[in-house]
């Protein structure tokens, strides 16, 4: 089973993704800012990172950028998943090292859509 660390201020919003990624069939472990899914990427691996970007404590393009320098997160996909949709903003997350940008809110079978083409 495909491993995927959501992380988002808004335990709504995780529980949406949750239950959304769960039905496709993934594992789906829930953080709620940058800080906690540092923590627990340094405990273990996952297939795909899904992050908000304004998030207390430290935010999604802080956390790309962390996660970057883990050896274990080079190339692990890290998509996006933000009200921000401007082209700013892209542009820093893909400098940042994000592989993809979602808008919320998000269409569930979308998601799951593009979480399967990232990463089967």
Known sequence: MKAILA????RS??????????SAGYGVTEAADGVE???LANQR???????????????????????????GF???PILMLTTESSDDMKAQGRAAGATGW???????ERL???VKKVIG
């Open 7 to 10: 992380v988002d201020d808004s």
């Open 13 to 22: 919003l995780r529980q949406m993704v949750n239950f959304s990624l769960k």
């Open 37 to 39: 899914a540092l923590a």
């Open 45 to 71: 691996q996952f297939d795909l990172v899904l992050t908000d970007q304004n998030m207390p404590n430290m935010d999604g393009l802080t956390l790309i950028r962390q996660l970057r320098q883990l050896p």
């Open 74 to 76: 080079a190339r692990t």
């Open 102 to 108: 979602i808008v919320k809110p998000f269409d569930p």
């Open 112 to 114: 799951i859509a593009v």
